[in-house]
């Protein structure tokens, strides 16, 4: 089941939220927390029970060794062997082909591939299992009985695309009474949020998903002004898709009184690598920096142990995303991004000091995030040679407006009957165009003003507000029809 569907939107939400909301009136506190687990495994293995079995696993094997460091005390043998199943149960569906195929590549071998389909989310949960047990390993968690844990694990808003949630982030706010009381306020910036988000995704993310899908599917007939629209297209795309699912997520944690971690925070008003990586992903740079690069030592071992630790850390996440050398290709290059702005920090904070040097700044952050994504979304690594000589060849041979009749979108029909009755094929030609265009530019826009989290906090009910988003919800929900799965789910 994904946000972006009806049976989400208009039977599960409401349930979830009359069920949760109505038992905490009662003081019901605990059946309230069952009710949400109960509507969070609905949500995860809707229409598939081997999901739901997959979860119930993972939840049972953390828990089971979390209760045996509190009966033992032997906290580095069970905790080891909780991060161990769980790297081995992402490692089986997530990395085990790719691990395959490699060997075979190398060595000349002849293993079978087990083609095994990716369960939903899986990185997210496992990560935040991991978290729980490491810091079982040192005394920063205590254990939790099972309904607190799954309640935890499972929370449906936050479950197959982050953000990655701590306990220490979670479980206290399941067990606070003073959010167990319908809080009309916490609830209206929620919906605000929810709306927000599934407009992102939906009327933003999912068009210039068309243009996006339509060149990297076809890099050889890109020219340069195409395959320049094309990675603009995917810059956007991946950000609203992948915030708009986290602000639906934060909003949904809001209609239940909770309250969940800050995802993103425009990062591509970044000025330097570091910079977005403060604002992109938040939570994942969290966990990367507390359980891996502090572990090894961070900054504390000199310097170049330091850059070393940077990079380490950025080939994992890149690795995380997802089983393919692209990936862990664009790591790297963010891993080395950080490095060379370490040792040219000076001359750069020198540079950031006048108006025009900070505006380069920003200019040159936003192309290498650009380039970089090239390397994260090619369907092959064969394509990427190809994708930049077609950006950077110079060539136009006409590809843009081709680009631009990939819209399909309803929104188009009449306007598209008008322009060929009164401007024939120019003014046709021009109205697609104007379109692929102008949702570039309200991307741009929204992506360097206020965030939807900021916005939802200056709420203010007003008349125009409401009908704003009355407009917004209507339009993304009749164009659901269609559903595109939300990118990050598949990582």
């Known amino acids: 089941m994904y946000f972006n569907s009806y049976i989400f939107i208009f039977l599960l939400v409401p349930f979830a939220l009359v069920g949760y909301h109505t038992l905490n009136h ?17 949500f995860y293995s809707w229409g598939n029970i081997f999901l739901f079995c997959l979860i119930a696993a993972s939840v049972a094997g953390n828990h089971i060794c979390s209760l045996l460091i509190k009966k033992t005390g032997k906290k580095k043998l069970f905790g080891i062997t909780g991060i161990v199943f769980d790297l081995g149960l992402l490692f089986y569906f997530k990395y085990y082909d790719f691990f395959v195929s490699n060997v075979n590549a190398l060595f000349s071998t002849d293993w079978a591939l087990k083609h095994i389909a990716l369960p939903m989310g899986i990185s997210f949960y496992t990560f935040q299992q991991i978290s729980y047990i490491a810091d079982r390993m040192t005394d920063k968690a205590g254990h939790y009985d099972l309904l607190d844990y799954m309640g935890f694990v499972t929370f449906f808003p936050q479950l197959v695309a982050g953000p990655i949630v701590k306990h220490s982030d ?6 606070d009474e003073k959010k167990k009381h319908f809080d009309y306020v916490s609830f209206s910036k929620g919906l605000m949020l929810f ?16 243009y996006a899908d339509h060149g990297f599917d076809n890099v050889a007939w890109l020219d340069t002004p195409a395959a320049a629209a094309v990675m603009l297209c ?5 950000y609203y898709d992948f915030s708009g ?12 009184n909770v309250d969940l971690p800050l995802n993103f925070n425009l990062p591509y008003k970044s000025k330097s690598i570091r910079e977005f990586w403060r604002r992109w992903h938040i939570t994942l740079s969290g966990f990367f920096r507390e ?3 502090f572990p090894l030592g961070g900054s504390r071992k000199g310097r170049f142990r330091k850059e070393l630790n940077t990079f380490i850390i950025f080939m994992l996440s890149g690795l995380w995303h997802g089983a393919a050398w692209n990936f862990v290709i664009w790591g790297c290059f963010h891993g080395l ?18 108006r025009i040097g900070s505006g380069i700044k920003w200019l040159c952050t936003f192309i290498l995030i650009n380039l970089s994504w090239v390397l994260f979304r090619v369907n092959s690594l064969s394509d990427l040679p190809l994708f930049f000589k077609k950006l950077f060849g110079l060539t136009s041979e006409g590809k843009l407006l081709e680009l631009a009749f990939k819209a399909d979108s309803a929104l188009l029909y009449i306007p598209d009957v008008l322009a060929k ?3 024939g094929e120019g003014m046709h030609n021009a109205l697609y165009l104007g379109f692929m265009a102008l949702g570039l530019l309200i991307a741009a826009l929204s992506g360097l003003g206020k965030s939807a989290y900021e916005r939802a906090d200056s709420l203010r009910y007003r008349k125009r507000t409401v009908i704003a988003l009355s407009l917004l919800f209507f339009f993304s929900v009749i164009s659901l029809s269609k559903v595109i799965v939300f990118l990050y789910s598949n990582f």
């Open 234 to 238: 995917y810059t956007f795309q991946l």
């Open 291 to 293: 359980y891996v690069y």
């Open 337 to 354: 991004m950080l490095v060379l702005e370490d040792i040219f920090a000076k001359p750069l904070e020198r540079l950031e000091k006048s």
């Open 195 to 210: 709306v927000l988000g599934l407009s992102k995704k939906v009327l933003i993310a999912d068009t210039l998903s068309r």
């Open 421 to 423: 009755k009164l401007g």
């Open 170 to 175: 979670l479980v206290p706010q399941f067990k």
């Open 26 to 42: 009662f003081k019901k506190y605990r059946p309230a927390l069952a009710w949400v687990v109960f509507a969070s495994l609905v």
């Open 245 to 256: 699912y986290c602000d639906m997520a934060i909003g949904l944690g809001r209609m239940f």
